[in-house]
């Protein structure tokens, strides 16, 4: 399980590093692709394909709903495979990076089957957000 917030400066080639405790859990080979809220989701391959074959429907036609096309098309099309370098380092694409807005800092963060990258700003609004309707949340879902 991957958990945990860990802040990082990204390098002037778009290299950030994974945080090590990340590496163990993840492999060499990730996929990197737009996330929700603002951020960037990281998955090692395993995972990745889970993510896939759901999204694409499993035994369904996928492609033919609207929804279904617009919504792979963001997270397939824009997805890149990145591998760790020698000193556990990605490549962030630039496509990804900016629009995250992640310029010379960034937010990794464990969300049980991902990582998540944030601009760092963006994270402190985001936590602070999440912080405050915490207890609302826990009644919404305890109540699903």
Known sequence: M?????????????RVSLPAKFRKQMGKVL??????DKCLFIFNKT??????????GGESLSFL?????????????QAAEVELDRIGRILLPEVLKN????????V????EDRVEIWNES???????KSER???????????A
Do not use: C
């Open 122 to 128: 963006a994270w402190k609004a985001e936590k602070e």
């Open 99 to 106: 629009r995250a807005r992640i310029s010379d800092k960034a």
């Open 65 to 77: 709903s609207a929804d279904q096309r617009a919504f792979n098309r963001i997270i397939f099309g």
């Open 31 to 36: 996929v990197i692709t737009p996330g929700l």
């Open 2 to 14: 991957l958990i945990g917030e860990y802040f990082h400066t990204v390098d002037e080639k778009n």
């Open 108 to 111: 990794m963060v464990g969300v």
């Open 47 to 56: 995972e990745w394909q889970k993510v896939a074959k759901s999204l694409s």
């Open 133 to 143: 309707e915490a207890e609302a949340l826990a009644e919404k879902l305890a109540n």
